[in-house]
């Protein structure tokens, strides 16, 4: 029932930033964490950065110090992203791990994605 749609993706040079928005149909519980994901060309997709349930933040290691992830309300999740570099261009997505009731296994909910290309 939850539906994700970025925006803020396109084209930039290497060194500059970006600004990515994720909204959200609807309200976001406390239940469900929240993160930014990506899919380089010919690759897997992988975390960028997330929000857990608890309010921790966890990134992976090409986005620390460059990206942030913040939200901005309760319908928006956003990424900062700067510094950027070509090996950053990939399909970036969001998503929501969203759990209920007792249950400790999330249902997952995807964007459908915003592409960043990264130039020389």
């Known amino acids: 029932q939850v539906q994700l749609v970025e925006s803020g993706g396109g084209s930039v040079q290497a060194g500059g930033s970006l600004r990515l928005s994720c909204a959200a149909s609807?309200?976001?519980?406390?239940?469900?964490?929240k993160g930014w994901y990506r899919q380089p060309p010919g690759k897997g997709r992988e975390l960028v950065s997330r929000i857990t349930r608890y309010g921790d933040i966890t990134s992976a290691d090409f986005a620390k110090g460059r990206f942030t992830i913040s939200q901005d309300n309760a319908n928006t999740l956003s990424l900062q992203m700067n510094s950027l570099k070509t090996d950053d261009t990939a399909m970036y997505y969001c998503a929501a791990d969203c759990y209920v009731g007792d249950s400790d296994s999330p249902s997952w909910h995807w964007g459908q994605g915003t592409q960043v290309t990264v130039s020389s």
């Open positions: 609807g309200y976001i519980s406390s239940n469900c964490g």
